[in-house]
């Protein structure tokens, strides 16, 4: 079935711990984002990617990192988890960045 | 900065129309876009405007005036499934999607 899936669906988490959120695409997109979403709040794109090999910084992006090997995976890395963390995360994609983003079902993750 | 303005809440009966506003400040303009979502579950695409006017698929229709930074999402005979956070989002100059909080739509029997 075509579309994105994340890995883990929810995680309760340790603070200082390290933790990798998975997004896998088979749509061949070409730009991908992660999101944090938040009670009350827009969704607040943490990084980009607009093509294999290429990252960028979105509008919260301290205590992340993004890697781009190839054009199905996206992984999502907090280095050091803290409780400001605590959020539901979504990965996206879309074909070459200026059209509908297409969303995976989420990670709800809770940090302790 | 960038603000993208919606009501919060909004409660409607089954059957009636419901709007829902949106209202932008961005830094450039590549389109206005119309996402569903239903409580624990990701974002779906509603609608995407770009030119002025009204779109309209099925019940739902979206309207965009640019030079007054204002969008709606007219849904019409409401059903208790359409019961939802409806959001906002603009692409800015640089292509990113800016959103807003979205409005969570009661329909009430």
């Known amino acids: 079935i075509a579309g994105i899936t994340q890995a883990p669906t929810s995680q309760i988490l340790a603070a200082g711990r390290r933790m990798t959120l998975r997004c896998t695409q088979d749509m061949r997109h070409n730009a991908m984002y992660w999101y944090r979403q938040d009670l009350g709040l827009g969704l607040r794109l943490i990084h980009y990617s607009n093509t294999a090999g290429t990252t960028g910084k979105g509008e919260v992006p301290d205590g992340y990192s993004v890697s781009r090997a190839n054009t199905d995976d996206f992984p999502l890395t907090l280095a050091s988890a803290v409780p400001s963390q605590t959020s539901v995360y979504f990965c996206?994609?879309?074909?070459?960045?200026?059209?509908?983003?297409?969303f995976g079902p989420g990670t709800r993750l809770l940090v302790l | 900065g960038q603000n993208i303005d919606q009501p919060t809440e909004m409660t409607a009966t089954e059957g009636a129309i419901v709007q829902i506003n949106c209202t932008y400040q961005t830094s450039g303009f590549n389109g206005l876009f119309w996402y569903q979502q239903h409580a624990g579950e990701a974002p779906t695409f509603l609608s995407y405007n770009v030119l002025d006017g009204l779109e309209e698929k099925g019940r739902f229709s979206s309207f965009l005036s640019r030079s007054k930074g204002y969008s709606y999402l007219l849904l019409k005979e409401l059903q208790m499934k359409d019961s939802a956070s409806y959001l906002c989002?603009?692409?800015?100059?640089?292509?990113?999607?800016?959103w807003g909080a979205g409005t969570k739509l009661i329909i009430k029997p």
């Open positions: 989002a603009v692409l800015d100059s640089n292509y990113q999607l800016i």
């Open positions: 996206a994609s879309s074909p070459n960045g200026q059209e509908t983003q297409y």
